[in-house]
């Protein structure tokens, strides 16, 4: 079983869309395959995450990027192994730039360790919007059908269906992902 707040969104809310009771088995496995896509589709938890370590390289700027933001707290930076101290060799935004002050990072490969929290206490609203969307897809469409007709009705599923994401799925994607050294 999957914890609740492994959901990037709300089982109720989902609940309310299909017409059934949030604890139906189908739509939580509906959620927690949509909350699985868009974790894998942005490289990271997307909630509050403590104590991750990262390592990157020095490329010769005073500012580097970490890969998850928002940035809640940077708890150790070292470089070549000598730890820094905040606010005299470096500082750091919740945007997730580390930057070096009185000079640049050295331009060398694997040269920076930091270990920071990153995530949302909340699940920003257009990651559950297209997390529900797609949700309702999954519970709604069955793998590979295109049209349905049953009795009088026909029901023909849009492009959105047949390839699975949405330009806002993609949007969403697109802001919350990994981000390299090369976004800075």
Known sequence: MVA????????????VWLGVPAGDLRLLAALTAASRR??????????????????LDGGGRRSLLLPVWPTTAVSEVLLDGAALMDGTDYSWSDMGVLRRLGCAWPDRLRCVRAVYDHGWAEVPEDIQEVVLDQARTIYTVLPGIQSKTVGGQSVTFGAQAAIGVTDQWARAVARHKVRTSGDA
Request: no cysteine; hydrophobic share 45%.
């Open 4 to 15: 609740a707040d492994d959901y990037l969104a709300d089982p109720d809310e989902l609940a």
């Open 38 to 55: 868009f974790r894998g589709a942005v490289g990271h938890r997307v909630t509050l995450v403590a104590g991750d370590t990262v390592t």
